[in-house]
Structures are given as C-alpha cells and as structure tokens.
Antibody
C-alpha cells in the first residue's frame, strides 16, 4: 500500500513562498504523476499541478506563474513551492499519485493545513 | 466557478437511490474519462469510480458511474447514513492541459 505524507510549515506570511514536501513510501515514483491538490476551508478541491519523473509537468493555468514543482526520486520525495502567497492560498494541501490523463488519483496524503497570515 | 458543473446538494432517504450529475464540455468530459471521489468529513478524498464506470477494489457495487457525451453521472443505490459525504467529479481538460474538478455535491441521507 503506497503511503504519502505531506510536510512543511503550517503558517506562511503574505507575499512569502509556501514550500511543501511529500514523502512517498511503499512504492516507486517512476511511471506515475505526482500531484498537488488543495482545498480551502469549506470549499471544493482545486488541482494545483503535477510532476513526472522524466521532468515533465502540468500546471493549473490560474496558478502557473507562481508554481515550482520538483522531485527527488533518490529520497522518494516531491515538492511544491507557491510564491507570493495571499490569504486566498490558505487551505488544506494534499499530495497525491495520479494516473494518466483522466484526473484519476489513486493515492492521497492525509493533507496538511497551511495558513497564510502575518 | 468550476469547469465541471455539479449540483451543490442532493438528498434522499436511507435505502433509496440518488444520482449526481457532472456536466462539462468537449474539451474535458467529451473526450476523457471521468473519475469520482468521495470525501467524508475531515478526511482526504477517496477514489470511488475510475475511468467513468469502474469501481476500484473495495468499493461496493452500490456505487456506479456512467458517461454520455459531455456529461457523467454517479449513482448510489441502497443509501446508508455512512454515505453522507461530499462527492466530486474530475477529468482531464485538453484545452487547459490540466485536471479539472467539479464544485462538489453534498449528499444528505435523510
């Protein structure tokens, strides 16, 4: 059973950069997409972007200019950096394993709450 | 405003059947599989229906999915109180080169 665990600061100041890491256990990172999905409190799911081991990536067009995705397969980790954050970026951030081109996510992390506040 | 449109809420009595719709366009549902997720309160979403009409291992056959044209439907039969949750559809959008989610539907089992 693949397990994903998010880690990173729970509080980020406005205009600064949000940085999260996801550690993958009990599974290989090759041949899958590794994604970030977020959910503001009381609202729906928003796909942020995904990274493939080959180095290719896809991004939510509305966030693209602020997103940096990366992967460290030697440590079974992938990361998200979201720059110039505002209160609108507050929410639960999930890392996930995604398959193909259908929005199919078969494994999710438990999620981590990130609050943007001074 | 979500790319995929779902009703905000649906409700039905225990034992009844309910359907949740997900409407999109030719750039997403019309040309790609649809996946459905169940999110119980305080938990991460769980894959419920994959590739429009397949149930992952462990998902009861009370849950079903279908797709026609630019719309998809999730069906839940024999409703139980434990089915109360938020349900989301998702697919790939070829024009955006991104995954898109519906706004979510809150199911209440009366």
């Amino acid at each position: 059973q693949v397990h994903l665990q998010e880690s990173g600061p729970g509080l980020v100041k406005p205009s600064e950069t949000l940085s999260l890491t996801c550690t993958v256990s009990n599974g290989s990172m090759t041949n899958f997409y590794w994604s970030w999905i977020r959910q503001p409190a009381g609202k729906g799911l928003e796909w942020i972007g995904r990274y493939y081991a080959s180095g290719s990536a896809n991004y939510n067009p509305s966030l693209r200019s602020r997103i940096t995705l990366s992967m460290d397969t030697s440590n079974n980790q992938f990361s998200l950096r979201l720059s110039s954050v505002t209160a609108a970026d507050t929410g639960i951030y999930y890392c996930a394993r995604e398959l193909g081109y259908s929005g199919r996510v078969d494994y999710w992390g438990q999620g981590t709450l990130v609050t943007v506040s001074s | 405003q979500s790319v995929l449109t779902q009703p905000p809420s649906v409700s039905a009595a225990p034992g009844q059947k309910v359907t949740i719709s997900c409407s999109g366009s030719s750039s997403n549902i019309g040309n790609h599989y649809v996946n459905w997720y169940q999110q119980l309160p305080g938990t991460a979403p769980k894959l419920l229906i994959s590739d429009s009409n397949n149930r992952p291992s462990g998902i009861p056959d009370r849950f079903s999915g279908s797709k026609s044209g630019t719309s998809a439907t999730l069906g839940i039969a024999g409703l139980q109180t434990g089915d109360e949750a938020d349900y989301y559809c998702a697919t790939w959008d070829g024009s955006l080169s991104a995954v898109v989610f519906g706004g979510g539907t809150k199911l209440t089992v009366l």
